[in-house]
């Protein structure tokens, strides 16, 4: 996964920003423009007033709103090749690395659609016994096997209390769990917010795929992972039990909620009326682009695709 993302020859590495209209998938704040007011007013209620990290923000959409609406010092890590090179002609403070960025006091590190693309591995169980999906390479072809289970994967299962299901295979997302460790062990944030899809560790049960693993190529899903490697996005839903563990564990108070629930505990509604309201009195291309606002705002919101992601804040005890 890793290196079909992000090696020399990776999706993220090639010559367009896959996050944005002409790539292959859209986050919130490509989706509306006014995704970045409701985070800045997050940050308004809990006095963040300092330094703010964005980890991966690939075309700068949320952080250029976050800039309009709050005037925070931004300093931004992407990894990405390509992402890279356009967020430093847009004159953003950008770095390639987290122990790049300046020693300085941060209140806030924040994340959109990151950690679904941190490498993970898989976990199956057999006969009671854990196993790890590996890839098998041949000369001309790759193919699937399976092997005796790392004893770091397996302490990581065992550790957030996943019980086997059958034929259910377990995305073993221990590399988020180092990478928290290292963010926070570098910044020290007063703060963390992490947004992506996932689910909390009872509610995989109910999902009806073997495997949370997919593929996203031109806005659609693009099957089998290893048929197309560094071609696709490889992509995956969070563990977010085990994101409230490892934050839990490292002093923070953590809360959960849906994307549409955040909105609206922090201005959609009364916003959003204010929108519809500029739109009854508009006109000629005025009233268009209105309309365009309000469809935006309406699928950050919508609780079947991505208003039902997850917004995980998180305070340093």
Not at 1 to 9: G, P, R, T
Not at 113 to 128: F, M, P, R, W
Not at 149 to 162: G, V
Not at 166 to 194: A, S, W
Request: hydrophobic content about 35%.
């Amino acid at each position: 996964m890793e290196e079909c993302l992000y090696s020399e020859y990776g999706f993220f590495n090639t010559t367009k920003i896959r996050s944005s209209k002409d790539g292959d998938f859209l986050t919130s704040p490509e989706v509306s423009n006014y995704f970045g007011l409701f985070i800045s007013n997050w940050m308004d209620s809990k006095k963040i007033k300092n330094n703010v990290v964005e980890v991966g923000p690939g075309t700068g959409s949320l952080a250029t709103q976050i800039k309009n609406y709050s005037q925070k010092n931004l300093f931004l890590i992407e990894k990405s090749e390509t992402a890279f090179l356009s967020l430093k002609e847009k004159e953003f403070n950008v770095f390639k690395s987290i122990d790049m960025v300046p020693s300085e006091e941060i209140d806030l590190i924040y994340m959109n659609e990151v950690l679904d693309n941190i490498a993970c591995s898989i976990g199956v169980s057999k006969e009671k016994k854990w196993f790890e999906k590996v890839i098998k390479i041949d000369t001309e072809s790759l193919s699937y096997n399976l092997v005796p289970m790392r004893a770091e994967s397996l302490s990581w299962i065992q550790q957030n209390n996943i019980e086997p299901l059958d034929d259910i295979e377990v995305e073993i997302q221990r590399n988020i769990t180092t990478y928290l460790g290292e963010i926070v062990e570098q910044f020290n944030p007063k703060f963390l917010l992490i947004i992506d899809y996932g689910y909390e560790a009872h509610e995989r049960k109910g999902k009806p795929y073997k495997s949370l693993i997919r593929t996203y190529k031109n806005h659609h899903l693009a099957g089998e992972t290893i048929l197309q490697p560094t071609s696709t996005d490889i992509t995956y839903d969070i563990n977010f039990t085990s994101v409230k563990n490892s934050l839990s564990e490292l002093g923070f108070d953590v809360e959960l909620s849906s994307q549409k629930e955040f909105l609206e505990q922090h201005g959609f509604l009364t916003f959003y009326k204010k929108i519809q309201s500029e739109f009854q009195n508009a006109d000629g291309l005025d009233k268009l682009k209105i309309k365009s606002d309000l469809v935006g705002l309406e699928a950050i919101r919508n609780e079947r695709g991505l208003g039902g992601f997850k917004i995980l804040t998180a305070k340093k005890i």
